[in-house]
């Protein structure tokens, strides 16, 4: 069976996918976050560095994968906006922006309720916390310059510019803690393997799962959004707010 | 409760309560602004969209 790729890439065919697959992953997300906590509370051992504490890392470390993560695939749509000037990529990202700002807030939240108690500060001036800060400026001043431009399709074009000019500072988080003398400690996992407790990591990874299935769900459903709006004089808008 | 013993030493962490509960509530509160405020913007572009298109087609 061949998948007409070029169907969905309409707007209108996309619509009916995104209506249809968001429950799944939402409820998926669900499933995978009541797996993820039970791994998190009563399978993972108590740390012998850390104690107890550590176990904000089945947040915080899910969390900040995702604010970058989702800032490339945001960046991405806005690169693929403005070479072809396809519509439903710039919506995309649109759809994309407060979903990873959300992210970005909790793995700045849950660093400083990790920090104060391993490091005695809710928050220093180091590269990696600092990178982080200026991704989540990033993210809001994106929202915020396609709050702004009126018209959909010039406000496109700049948030995309703005997108794709901030992705430089993704490396530079990622990279932070190799390249300067950082508080914040490396990773944890390196494409070499890993140095955590292989039980600590199936939670983590459970966790981060359940995020991104939780981001596909809530991307879904904002996209429809934009998209009724952006199409609301077309034909097949019309007929779905008649039956809506 | 498993490793736990008791839920009063489950909510007390090992003395790092408020920090473990703190991030876990906070990323619990902002999963759920986030759902409540789409469910809400939701309704309200679909109410809106077609005031609209009935008042344009009049």
Redesign the interface.
């Given at each position: 069976m061949s998948i007409n790729w070029y169907k969905y890439s309409a707007p209108a065919t996309f619509y009916g996918l995104a209506v249809r697959l968001a429950p799944w992953f939402g409820g998926a997300a669900a499933i995978l976050t009541v797996i993820g906590l039970y791994l998190s509370?009563?399978v993972a051992?108590?740390d012998f560095q850390q104690?107890?504490?550590y176990?904000?890392i089945f947040?915080?470390v899910p969390?900040a994968w995702m604010s970058m993560f989702i800032y490339l695939v945001m960046a991405a749509w806005a690169a693929v906006g403005l070479a072809f000037n396809t519509r439903l990529s710039f919506m995309m990202a649109r759809a994309l922006a407060?979903?990873g700002a959300?992210f970005t807030?909790?793995a700045l939240?849950?660093g400083a309720?990790?920090g104060?108690?391993m490091w005695g500060a809710w928050w220093v001036w180091d590269a990696r916390l600092t990178s982080e800060l200026i991704l989540l400026f990033l993210y809001v001043g994106i929202m915020a310059l396609w709050a702004a431009i009126d018209d959909p399709r010039r406000g496109d074009k700049a948030g995309a510019l703005l997108a794709l000019i901030g992705a430089i500072n993704v490396p530079i988080i990622y990279f932070s803690v190799k390249w300067w003398n950082t508080l914040h400690q490396g990773s944890s996992i390196k494409p070499s393997g890993t140095s955590m407790d292989e039980v600590m990591l199936a939670g983590m990874v459970v966790m981060a799962i359940a995020a991104w299935f939780?981001t596909i769900a809530?991307v879904f459903?904002?996209v429809?959004?934009i998209i009724?709006?952006r199409e609301?004089h077309t034909e097949w808008?019309?007929h779905v707010?008649e039956g809506? | 409760m498993?490793?736990?013993g008791s839920w009063s030493a489950?909510w007390a962490?090992?003395?790092?309560g408020?920090?473990?509960w703190?991030?876990?509530a906070?990323?619990a509160l902002?999963?759920a602004v986030?759902?409540v405020q789409?469910r809400q913007?939701?309704r309200q572009?679909?109410q809106q969209?077609?005031r609209?298109?009935k008042w344009e087609s009049e």
């Open positions: 509370f009563f051992p108590t104690g107890e504490a176990r904000v947040i915080h969390a407060p979903t959300m807030f909790v939240w849950t309720f990790w104060k108690p939780y809530v459903v904002r429809r959004r009724l709006e609301r808008v019309k707010l809506a | 498993m490793e736990w489950f962490m090992g003395g790092y408020l920090y473990v703190g991030s876990f906070m990323t902002a999963i986030e759902v789409l913007a939701g572009t679909l969209l077609k609209l298109n």
